[in-house]
């Protein structure tokens, strides 16, 4: 592939990369000519990825244990170099009522939506520096942060606040490297993760359907693609909404 969209050459680390919006982006980034490397605690999932074409690699993760997040980093570089791209894909979309709120489902949602992020973006970033190229970093957040709602999301939209708001102060003192943050925001996917998530019915307006039609991960993969590409070399803190039309109705 070459053009304005040519990723070859180039390494990703995605989290997450093994089901739902996370193989959409893998896919994206490999026809683009990028190596991918898959972040995941599923390995079985990644090695599927990886028989299909989907992804060049993976190294085993758990979002929760800074030592595991520490560790997986520096085996992506060890095997690869520094990541040219790091996708903070992963998360939880778990429910549960406010007023039945606790705080082990918030510090669960929190810890694997916004501290691994912070945590990857970290590790991964002083990479980046050390090898002296620059690099992109893309953050998934949430449309319901602009209006996609349904009951039980508190801690869940709580913690894909801190990841946007993470976006902006990373992109303020990495910009100095050459290396961009940005933020996107899918909307309804009907991802295993999604479908299966626990707690209460999703009750809510979120539930309508967007007029443009609902969002498939390869959707969400050709956001993240913009972001990682030669066209977006002077885009940063940003953030793009892929919803289907979701927030004009």
């Known amino acids: 592939m070459s053009g304005p969209f040519d990723l070859t050459g180039r390494v990703a680390l995605v989290t997450g990369g093994a089901s739902g919006i996370g193989v959409g982006i893998c896919e994206m980034l490999t026809e683009a000519g990028a190596a991918v490397v898959i972040a995941d ?3 079985a999932g990644a090695r599927k990825q990886i028989e ?4 060049a690699d993976f190294v085993a993760v758990d ?6 997040i520490v560790g ?7 095997r690869h ?3 040219w791209l790091l996708v903070n894909n992963a998360g939880l979309q778990h429910r549960e009522l406010l007023l039945d709120g606790t705080s082990a489902h918030w510090q669960r949602i929190n810890d694997v939506n916004a501290r691994a992020p912070f945590l990857m973006i970290r590790e991964v970033a002083q990479a980046m520096i050390a090898k002296g190229n620059g690099g992109r970093i893309v953050n998934c957040a ?3 942060l602009v209006g996609q709602f349904v009951q039980g999301l508190a801690a869940y ?3 894909k606040g801190a990841l946007a708001a993470l976006t902006t102060s990373a992109a303020f003192e990495l910009a100095e490297h050459g290396i961009t943050v940005n933020t996107v925001l899918p909307g309804g996917v009907g991802t295993p993760g999604a479908i299966g998530a626990e707690g209460p019915p999703p009750v809510g307006p979120g539930n309508r359907t967007p007029p443009l039609g609902y969002c498939s991960p390869r959707d969400v993969g050709s956001a993240v693609l913009y972001f990682a590409t030669p066209m977006a070399r002077l885009v940063t803190n940003q953030v793009l909404a892929v919803d289907g039309g979701f927030t004009v109705t």
């Open 41 to 43: 605690r599923d390995e």
């Open 72 to 78: 997986a980093c520096a085996e992506a570089v060890m």
């Open 52 to 55: 299909a074409g989907v992804a």
């Open 157 to 159: 939209l709580a913690s």
């Open 142 to 144: 949430s449309c319901g």
């Open 81 to 83: 170099g520094a990541p």
């Open 63 to 68: 979002l929760t244990d800074e030592a595991s």
